[in-house]
């Protein structure tokens, strides 16, 4: 079938794949080197209440106290 169509096989691929790199430019966005979080605010899928950065923060303070509550416990056990 392709061989009868000669060179018109050749032609119509490529047209289909400029047309591709041409809508991948344009619109679709560059993801490389974001969070989630980020991505999510690019594409627009960011709920109310839902800021990852703000609750990784949250998390990184409770066990930053955490730890230092074990060691102020270990220090008073050691003493």
Do not use: P
């Not at 691929?13 to 991948?24: D, E, T």
């Not at 966005?29 to 990784?56: C, N, W």
């Amino acid at each position: 079938m392709y061989t009868s169509m000669s060179y018109g096989v050749y032609i119509f691929f490529a047209s289909c794949l400029v047309c591709a790199a041409i809508y991948a430019y344009f619109f679709i966005h560059e993801t490389k080197g974001l969070r989630m979080d980020q991505m999510d605010q690019i594409f627009g899928f960011v709920e109310r209440g839902t800021d990852y950065s703000a609750t990784m923060k949250e998390t990184q303070r409770e066990e930053i106290e955490h730890a230092q509550k074990t060691v102020a416990n270990q220090d008073e056990k050691a003493a």
